[in-house]
């Protein structure tokens, strides 16, 4: 069983920052891509960023140049830096990784339950 549990989220002006972490733990094999998906009141869920076991990245483009993310694959773990914030920013957040389970011999998609991260004018 794998788990990702997201940390992190909050309440914050708009111009303030907030860093967001995503814990994969249970019998893992490897990991593969990881990524950050958001979801507002009344909108489907989008792609915020992306990053490769190697660490390369892409940003959906309301995010370039505010967002950064970065992964520790010794610790399993996807951040999310998030600075210059804006109200459109607010949304539930959503940690979703490819992992191969020990033993398995594919990959599955896993979620993290989200974070809520809510900036205010």
């Known amino acids: 069983q794998v788990q990702l549990v997201e940390s992190g989220g909050g309440l914050v002006q708009a111009g303030g920052s907030l860093r967001l972490s995503c814990a994969a733990s249970g019998s893992i094999f490897r990991i593969n891509a990881m990524g950050w998906y958001r979801q507002a009141p009344g909108k489907q869920r989008e792609l915020v960023a992306a990053?490769?076991?190697?660490?390369?990245?892409n940003y959906a483009d309301s995010v370039k140049g505010r967002f950064t993310s970065s992964r520790d694959n010794a610790k399993n773990t996807v951040y999310l830096e998030m600075n210059s914030l804006k109200p459109e920013d607010t949304a539930v957040y959503y940690c979703?990784?490819?992992?191969?389970?020990?033993?398995?011999?594919?990959?599955?998609?896993?979620w993290g339950q989200g974070t809520q991260v809510t900036v205010s004018s």
């Open positions: 990053i490769t076991s190697g660490g390369s990245t």
């Open positions: 979703n990784a490819d992992v191969v389970p020990r033993g398995s011999l594919r990959a599955y998609n896993y």
